[in-house]
């Protein structure tokens, strides 16, 4: 890897040129209100005072243009701003770090004032003015949908058509001019706005999730005015739709045999510390359990749900949705022992029985709204047209994840995409003066790990993952303490001294022996 990086994993300053790379950051920038231009000024920044719920903070108003590439035609956006001041001074302040937490239609700056400023290491927060700015996309308002957010994830022909149609009248009720300013590019042109009204030629950057779009986004469009970009369980946007939903797909189905691994390791665990235990009773192997019995087990939980066999302890029917959302959703132990015994837990109250004749029930998806938008402008092709194409997608993702067939979030983005217009902006590979650290959690339902590998790969960067289930590896709050500074050193050094790490692999409190 050309990094830099001398033999042995030693560690030594940026030199040279980087090789390209694929990043997409995504800066959080939303706006609270849309109010006529009084000014010509394509942007501004207010002085900044002590926030009102956070003295300790420092809060202001960044005004942008609702359109970027018509900037004195179109109305303006009024985004809060949220600074955290550096505890150091002199030589040891490294100056500005923007960074995004995700979402997308979260407000960075908002958690970055309530709480999300805890997250980040005490080195972090020395060195730099931490900085977050809202995300743009919060202040356009469309009519709610009424049919694509409350269809079962398998295609279906009698709905399919119907679900176009909402789609397409759903993005129709965002226009005219904000549906144009939904993507990536114009909150990388934000941020980019934030530093000029910050004063500073350079900034360092870190966004985690959909925080990975913008900043590869700001560093396609202003490189020479990046120091330094951290990219955190990253999405990955150079993907066509297919390719994007088939790996996604992929990623949930190693998150199973994660699990199924992870249960074998912990089969005999003393309950209340992250224990197989139930599960392991309930497939009836003893301490024999093996993650090929647990992967048996799942597949038959999986037969049984598509047949209508399968029950909870409640009574209530599984649906094979039930079992492909559990698994989509593994990313909220946050690296928790206790949270996938509770998850295995109720994996062992799932019991077959006979048939009950039970009404029709759909599954929820996630609510559309001015996200579908974003990851629709950042992610989708078009090329997905047709419901025989759908189907055919459908296929090729059950083929990668025979047991959870799909991943029931990235899917359901997608689906909301077809039948727009929408899917603009395909990222430059990632600038190779720009310096990047990926950090990714080794079993990670919104963004895979593959994810994460391919894009250190195809930039020549270094990859520091964390053995465990969750979402986000640079943490200040994870529990597991070694694992949290194995990520956290090479994040702190590659921001503050410019030290570019070697790849390296923690062991998390969940991690999979072997993994």
Known sequence: MATGIRPGGRRKPWTGKWRTAVATAVVAVSCVVAVPRATASPSSLSEFTPCAETPQ?????????????????????????????????????????????????????????SGWYEHFTAPVRAAFDIVAVNQRESAVHCEPPQVSNTLPLAPDPAT???????????????????????????????????????????????GVSYGTVAGQALAELHPTTVRSVVLDSPQYPRLGTADYLVSAAAGIEDIAHGFAGW?????????????????VR????????????????????????????????????????DLTDLFSTMHLSKDDPQFLEGRADELAQWRPRRREATAPRAVDGLVQDT???????????????TYEQWQDLWQRSQDVAPLVRTSSAHWTWMRACLGTDLGRWRPEPFPSEVPLLVTAMRYDSPTPHGWARQLATDAGAPLVTYNGFGHGAYDAKLAHTAGRECVARPVEEFLVDGVVPADTRCQGATAVPGA
């Open 263 to 279: 249960c074998q390791a912990h089969r005999a665990t003393p309950p209340g510390q992250g224990s197989c235990r139930t599960l």
């Open 282 to 321: 309930a497939i009836g192997a003893g301490g024999r359990i093996t993650a090929r019995r647990v992967l048996t087990h799942l597949r038959n939980l999986r037969s049984w749900a598509e047949a209508g066999t399968l029950y909870g302890i409640n009574g209530e029917p599984v649906s094979p949705d």
């Open 160 to 206: 399919f058509d119907d679900s176009v149609k909402e789609n397409a009248r759903y993005a129709e009720s965002c226009r005219p001019e904000t549906l144009w300013t939904i993507d990536s590019l114009d909150r990388a042109r934000d941020l980019d706005a934030l530093r000029r009204g910050l004063g500073v030629d350079r900034v360092s950057y870190y």
């Open 57 to 113: 903070a420092w809060c202001a108003t960044l005004t942008v243009p609702q359109r970027w590439d018509a900037p004195d035609a179109t109305r303006s956006l009024h985004l809060t701003v949220v600074k955290w001041k550096a505890t150091a001074t002199g030589a040891a302040h490294k100056g500005v770090l923007l960074v995004d937490e995700g979402g997308p239609n979260g407000g960075s700056a908002d958690s970055l004032r």
């Open 371 to 385: 996200q579908t938008l974003l990851r629709c402008n950042d992610f989708f092709d078009r090329t997905i047209t």
